[in-house]
């Protein structure tokens, strides 16, 4: 069984910047995505960025292109999401997906696993 173990995030003032981490484990797949995904409250999840363990490729949403950045540590497989220049409209769950046999970069994750989600919020 997939488990995904979510760390960081928290609380920051409007252009601050934070991260949240990813660990999965328990998978034997040799193609796998990993991605994080954000929602508010009522609204529709959105992806952020994505990375590919195939080509070590990565995707980024528009919202997040060009303030955030994805580390992947090929040891651990642990995947950092770092956004810069954070603002009220960022708050929000964010969650880390993994997604089972996934050779191709077609953008956002698309996850089979999910994690239980950790909180971000930017106050003005």
């Known amino acids: 069984q997939v488990h995904l173990a979510e760390s960081g995030g928290g609380s920051v003032q409007a252009g601050g910047s934070l991260s949240v981490s990813c660990a999965p484990s328990?998978?034997?797949?040799?193609?796998?995505?990993l991605g994080w995904y954000r929602q508010e409250p009522g609204k529709e999840r959105e992806g952020v960025a994505s990375f590919y363990n195939n080509d070590r490729s990565t995707y980024y949403a528009d919202s997040a292109k060009g303030r955030s950045t994805i580390s992947q540590d090929n040891a651990k497989n642990n995947l950092t999401l770092t956004m810069f220049e954070l603002g009220p409209e960022d708050t929000a769950m964010y969650y880390c997906a993994f997604g089972v046999g996934v050779f191709n970069n077609v953008g956002n994750c698309p996850g089979d696993f999910w994690g239980q989600g950790i909180q971000v919020t930017v106050s003005s």
């Open positions: 328990g998978y034997t797949y040799a193609y796998w995505c």
